[in-house]
């Protein structure tokens, strides 16, 4: 489901519908949270993995206006769900919006707490010196 929707929210391979796509992917984040609450006795893996993509995508339709009218801060609670799950992009792209209020207010401190999450996971840091000052530190 999860990729049937980006595929159809991109034209890859399909016939470009943002509408469907989004429509596609809500029901991916939905699925996931479901078979989420099943796996938790055993281990959630790709389950998890799975989940944070589909909740990370379904923020990014609101906050672009992909397949749903465009709202920003609907988008960026999503990608804060995604971010405490552990998703480096949702850390960057709710850091981004934290850093220039983008949806939400903004908080330059909470902004390089996630891209110093983002960071540890991989992500690059070039061009957020700022993030290490000690006024931006816990």
Avoid: T
């Amino acid at each position: 489901m999860l990729m049937w929707g980006l595929a159809l929210r991109h034209g890859w391979g399909v016939e470009k519908s943002e509408e469907k796509g989004f429509k596609w992917l809500k029901k991916a984040a939905e699925c996931a949270v479901g078979d989420l609450e099943s796996a938790r006795k055993g281990g959630l893996g790709d389950v998890k993995d799975e989940l944070v993509l589909a909740i990370y995508e379904v923020g990014q339709s609101f906050y672009r206006g992909w397949g749903v009218e465009k709202d920003k801060k609907m988008g960026v609670s999503y990608f804060r769900v995604a971010a405490r799950l552990g998703d480096p992009d949702a850390q960057q792209e709710l850091a981004f919006c934290l850093a220039n209020g983008k949806g939400c207010k903004k908080d330059r401190k909470e902004a390089a707490k996630w891209y110093r999450a983002a960071v540890a996971q991989g992500a690059s840091d070039i061009g957020l010196a700022w993030i290490y000052k000690e006024k931006f530190q816990d």
